[in-house]
């Protein structure tokens, strides 16, 4: 089943987004969801997880900027980014942790440029 990202857009530098994501329960209940991301030219990388227990992670280059959340009553993983940067630009996609071959999405295009 893939897991379909959405909440992207073009946003000015300093600005925030907020990306959702939804997964069959099964898949969330029992699983680390994670957010990634595609910039151009470079591979995809983690930038944020969180248990099942609600304990979170994330990349150096976010902390203190995005924040992860999970709402397990709606099987939903959010990302909040503030203060998004220029080098945020990437196509951002939700998948578990590690991730599921078959669950990658389209993902959402997230564009921080003046």
């Known amino acids: 089943v893939q897991l379909q990202a959405s909440g992207g857009g073009l946003v000015q530098p300093g600005g925030s987004l907020r990306l959702s994501c939804a997964a069959p329960?099964?898949?969330?209940?029992?699983?680390?969801m994670g957010w990634y991301r595609r910039a151009p030219g470079k591979q995809r990388e983690l930038v944020a997880r969180?248990?099942?227990?609600?304990?979170?992670g994330y990349t150096d280059s976010v902390k203190g900027r995005f924040t992860i959340s999970r709402d397990n009553a709606k099987s939903t993983v959010y990302l909040q980014m503030n203060s998004l940067k220029p080098e945020d630009t990437a196509v951002y996609y939700c998948n578990t942790d590690p991730p599921a071959a078959s669950s990658w999405g389209l993902g959402t295009q997230v564009t921080v440029s003046s």
């Open positions: 969180v248990t099942n227990a609600g304990s979170t």
């Open positions: 329960r099964m898949i969330f209940r029992l699983n680390t």
